[in-house]
């Protein structure tokens, strides 16, 4: 049920399990810098299949943590069990580099998200339907954001998004409780986070009242209206 792989960080480990179809494995833990590869025995040749989906067939689990350089791709799709999402990594070359679109999607017993490291990119609907989501950590070296990745989760409040970021997708934020969304970078298109895909425009689903846009850095232009049908942006700083 328990899994922890712990590996000294100035060397390079490899190891020869996939790590996929521990059906009963609830907690996983890697850190320090290794490879996941399925490798032919006989050549030491790393097969077709070497950079597979890791935990793929764990449907119970609950806690994953990834602390270190890994070289294997994440699951396509997580168990909706996940609690927690811990990811500190710094991916070997360009193989791994973002959460892949609609990977944690309709996760309802999430909880927290914490990114750090390398990680460049959340995918489409990344955390779409996460409505237990109440607690997430974007690292500083993320560069794009795509459409709807946090739409409908549990968020609230205050969200700071890195000045890293250079690409926006739409309605990242939809159907979230949050109040106040502040960039400090220097996209020219910022694009609204509450805006629905293809122009229809519903305001951010549960929230009622007023949503505080905040730009400080060397914006100059807003990819949005300043109101909806059921919401009216009255504070765009810049």
């Not at 689990?61 to 994440?74: D, F, M, Q, R, V």
């Not at 205050?158 to 960039?183: C, H, N, Q, W």
């Not at 629905?196 to 232009?221: F, M, N, R």
Request: net charge neutral; proline share 4%.
């Amino acid at each position: 049920k328990s899994l922890v792989l712990t590996f000294a960080n100035n060397a390079n480990y490899i190891i020869n399990v996939p790590l996929t179809g521990l059906t009963e494995l609830e907690t996983c833990r890697i850190k320090g810098n290794v490879a996941v590869r399925n490798t032919n025995w006989q050549s030491g040749i790393a097969a077709l299949s070497a950079y597979d989906p890791i935990l793929q067939g764990s449907s119970k689990l609950k806690y994953l943590e990834i602390n270190g350089k890994l070289e294997a791709k994440l699951p396509t799709t997580m168990p909706n069990t996940i609690i927690e999402l811990i990811l500190n990594f710094n991916p070997y070359g360009t193989l791994y580099h973002a959460l892949p679109n609609f990977c944690c999607m309709e996760c309802t017993s999430l909880t927290l998200v914490r990114l750090y490291g390398t990680l460049s990119k959340i995918g489409i609907g990344a955390f779409f339907k996460c409505t237990a989501l109440t607690s997430l950590t974007l690292n500083d070296s993320l560069k794009e954001i795509e459409d709807l990745a946090f739409a409908f989760t549990g968020l609230s409040g205050e969200m700071m998004i890195p000045m890293s970021v250079e690409k926006f997708g739409d309605s990242y934020f939809l159907g979230t409780a949050l109040r106040s969304v502040k960039y400090d970078g220097p996209v020219i298109d910022f694009v609204n986070p509450f805006k629905l895909v293809g122009g229809v425009w519903d305001g951010i689903g549960k929230a009622s009242g007023t949503i505080e846009i905040t730009i400080s850095g060397p914006t100059e232009y807003i990819a949005s209206r300043t109101s909806t049908n059921s919401l009216t942006i009255t504070q765009i700083k810049y």
